[in-house]
């Protein structure tokens, strides 16, 4: 693992699971981790509701945009942590993977939102204090 460690998150569309879960690491890792997301068939711009319901927790995506996966950005990482990206996502000796079965948040509403989010921090928060002993 690098002295920082990089984690990638993957979910299909890069505009909800994965760009809360980014966040949420970047947010409480202050710097120790390096963060990235990505989707092997990225939205045209990140779910409006999702935005709002982390909005809510003080994290402003509105500077997020859906990224294309690539297997540079797989190479780079230390630990790859899929959401329902299936098999798109490449695979490399050597790598840390996790897979996080979490409801899409595509369609929904904040009130259903808000405990997929609640469910990715704490998870995130999991991952941090592994990745920071």
């Not at 390096?34 to 994290?59: H, Y």
């Not at 050597?94 to 904040?110: H, I, V």
Request: with cysteine.
């Amino acid at each position: 693992m690098s002295a920082v460690p990089e984690v990638l998150f993957v979910c299909v569309h890069n505009a909800g699971r994965s760009q809360m879960a980014a966040a949420l690491l970047h947010h409480h890792a202050a710097g120790a981790v390096r963060v990235t997301s990505a989707g092997s068939e990225p939205a045209d711009q990140v779910n409006p509701v999702v935005r709002e319901v982390m909005a809510e927790i003080g994290i402003d995506l509105a500077q997020e945009f859906p990224k294309k996966l690539t297997t540079d950005a797989v190479e780079a990482a230390d630990v790859v942590v899929t959401m329902g990206c299936g098999d798109a996502c490449p695979v490399f000796p050597g790598k840390r993977y996790l897979d996080w079965q979490l409801t899409d948040p595509a369609g929904r509403s904040a009130a259903e939102i808000r405990p997929i989010r609640d469910d990715i921090d704490a998870r995130v928060r999991g991952l941090l204090a592994e990745l920071t002993r």
